[in-house]
């Protein structure tokens, strides 16, 4: 139950991110989605703290490449 309750939130907030991104970079590519699609919760929540430095989606792609 824990586990289960783990996983939905790291879904809900994955898909908060990723609207979160196309709001501020524009669409995003279907590869880097797939790529945050990956992420586990504590890259999620690592993710959601550096995406306020970005301005391009080259940063999140460049960061997705650090961190995964």
Do not use: C, H, Y
């Amino acid at each position: 139950a824990i586990e289960q309750g783990r996983e939905e939130g790291r879904l809900v907030m994955q898909g908060l991110i990723s609207r979160q991104l196309e709001g501020k970079l524009g669409a995003i590519p279907s590869e880097i989605l797939e790529g945050i699609q990956q992420l586990s919760l504590d890259q999620l929540e690592a993710l959601g703290v550096a995406m306020a430095d970005f301005t391009t989606s080259v940063d999140l792609s460049n960061w997705l490449r650090d961190n995964q």
